[in-house]
């Protein structure tokens, strides 16, 4: 599976931005998304997932409320529409795919991964 990851850029503290990552070379609803970030200096951590349906999202605590995860597998694209972004958001963020059993926040069950899209908050 091929990712490539879109739609960062420079906003301001509350805007909202919607990144997309689109996925080419297999059955995409076979596959598990999610989208992971990475800010300077600091690990690599998990964002937001989503099923092969789309029937099941998580999200990780710091995002949950602000952030939504959706995928159109008509289009193999999944998205990401982040409103009230704050500065500690700002990171290069990745969108991933995994063929796990179940969705999964772990990173090591994501096999396949885009390049990074980066979001700076900022005023």
């Known amino acids: 599976v091929q990712l490539q990851a879109s739609g960062g850029g420079l906003v301001q503290p509350g805007d909202s931005l919607r990144l997309s990552c689109a996925a080419s070379?297999?059955?995409?609803?076979?596959?598990?998304m999610a989208w992971f970030r990475q800010a300077p200096g600091k690990e690599r951590e998990f964002v937001a997932a989503?099923?092969?349906?789309?029937?099941?999202?998580i999200y990780a605590d710091s995002v949950k409320g602000r952030f939504t995860i959706s995928r159109d597998n008509a289009k193999n694209t999944v998205y990401l529409q982040m409103s009230y972004l704050k500065p500690e958001d700002t990171a290069n963020y990745y969108c991933?795919?995994?063929?796990?059993?179940?969705?999964?926040?772990?990173?090591?069950?994501?096999?396949?991964w885009g390049q990074g899209t980066l979001v700076t908050v900022s005023s």
């Open positions: 991933a795919a995994s063929d796990y059993f179940s969705v999964t926040t772990t990173t090591f069950r994501y096999d396949y």
């Open positions: 070379g297999r059955t995409f609803s076979n596959y598990h």
């Open positions: 989503i099923s092969g349906g789309g029937r099941r999202s």
